[in-house]
């Protein structure tokens, strides 16, 4: 069976492409990303990428040229390979607990009011500090992009993180005496 994406293709001569491509060599490409991830659901997800990815670029192969066999199989190592990568960046949660217990710890279970107490920090600060607080931490933009937004250099987006990190830590340590 083709998988959605392809089906969902609207030009039906890019869909007949892809849907002869899938068939022709998805077992190949499967098998090349097994071998190097020695597990189906990955493999099978290392195949799906490297369709989704000729989708996305725009790319319209010809299923006669013989070279696409061998792109599709170097795609799919390179796909199974960086799924590998991935995979071994990742530590599961037990292993990150069991490396991170600390004797002296004691955990705090009033976790919606310090999430209170921090942002009625956050919404004490000065305009130009909470701007960037708020752009960084609650919006996800990174320190170049801030920088873009607010008209400044990223040096000095920086330094306002730093400041108002310092103004957040003060002012909650405050609180708590």
């Not at 199989?73 to 292993?95: F, H, M, P, W």
């Not at 217990?101 to 919606?112: K, N």
């Not at 942002?119 to 130009?128: N, R």
Request: proline fraction near 4%.
């Amino acid at each position: 069976m083709l998988p959605l994406y392809i089906m969902a293709i609207e030009d039906p001569q890019v869909r007949e492409v892809f849907a002869q491509l899938y068939r022709l060599y998805e077992e190949f490409m499967y098998q090349t990303a097994f071998s190097v991830l020695k597990n189906s659901a990955d493999a099978e997800d290392a195949v799906h990428q490297v369709f989704l990815r000729l989708l996305e670029n725009g790319a319209e192969p010809d299923p006669s040229d013989g070279r696409i066999r061998a792109y599709l199989g170097i795609a799919a190592k390179n796909a199974a390979l960086n799924l590998r990568r991935k995979s071994e960046q990742t530590v599961s949660l037990d292993e990150k607990s069991e490396k991170a217990i600390d004797p002296g710890f004691e955990p705090r279970l009033d976790t919606a009011s310090e999430t209170c107490e921090l942002q009625q920090a956050v919404s004490q600060l000065p305009g130009k500090y909470k701007e960037v607080v708020i752009l960084y931490y609650y919006e996800g933009y990174r320190i170049k992009e801030i920088a873009k937004i607010t008209g400044q250099k990223t040096s000095s987006v920086q330094k306002r993180l730093e400041r108002a990190r310092q103004m957040l830590k003060e002012s909650l340590e405050e609180d708590e005496s």
